[in-house]
């Protein structure tokens, strides 16, 4: 079993910048691949950005330019870091961790971009 617990939401105003984090334990030595997703209300979740365990990353195009997401694996942590947030970005964000043939999921962490 792996564990997720994110942190780092909250509310920022537009053009404003947060920092997610995601903290993972268990069997972590077993997980390859990491992301971000996100959901807003009423919409699917969807994949934010990911990173391989080779430092491989890929980004949804919305957020290219803005968002980095980097891990540090000594530390069994998971970042996303958001600039030039907008409201379009308000959502609750998963942290993701896939460890052989399982995927797991965080609790999730409320973003809110005020206009």
């Known amino acids: 079993q792996v564990q997720l617990v994110e942190y780092g939401g909250g509310l920022v105003q537009a053009g404003g910048s947060l920092r997610l984090s995601c903290a993972a334990s268990?069997?972590?030595?077993?997980?390859?691949?990491m992301a971000w997703y996100r959901q807003a209300p009423g919409k699917q979740r969807e994949l934010v950005a990911g990173?391989?365990?080779?430092?491989?990353?890929n980004y949804l195009d919305s957020v290219k330019g803005r968002f980095t997401i980097s891990r540090d694996k000594a530390k069994n942590m998971l970042y996303l870091q958001m600039n030039s947030l907008t409201s379009e970005d308000t959502a609750v964000y998963y942290c993701?961790?896939?460890?052989?043939?399982?995927?797991?999921w965080g609790q999730g962490t409320q973003v809110t971009v005020s206009s």
């Open positions: 993701n961790a896939q460890c052989w043939a399982d995927y797991y």
């Open positions: 268990g069997r972590t030595w077993s997980c390859s691949n």
């Open positions: 990173i391989t365990s080779r430092d491989n990353t």
